[in-house]
């Protein structure tokens, strides 16, 4: 039986920005804490994209593809749009400690969109 290979994984640039978004996040709360606490956010992506290049299809299925209002719609479009652009429709979540990171994946590639802390609403596509 041949081992399967591994599924490459990159990062959007919103999923930077979302990333950087949050180390701001974390200096704004509490400066004293902010670089243990985005040490071990970056320590437990790492794991996560282990994971992700052996299973892209370990995270959950995206929950807020069932949004029903109208502002829930538009948001959605917005991110679905971004797995558009990098060539992947099928989205999943996987959840981070209190993070939450949007991907979107084939068998053989897996695309980091965004991440938000599991008390935001909806994923920022601003970027």
Sequence with gaps: ???PLNASVEATPNFIANLAAAQQFFL???ADSADTRFAKLKADLREMLAVLSWSPAGGRPARFLVA???Q???KTAAIQQLA???GLPDL???VVGQHIVLYAHSAT???LLALKHQRQLVYS???
Excluded: W
């Design 125 to 127: 596509s601003d970027t």
């Design 84 to 86: 558009e652009q990098a």
């Design 109 to 111: 590639e897996v695309v």
């Design 68 to 70: 029903k209002s109208a």
């Design 28 to 30: 704004l709360q509490d």
């Design 72 to 74: 829930g719609k538009l």
């Design 1 to 3: 039986m041949a081992l």
């Design 92 to 94: 999943r979540e996987y």
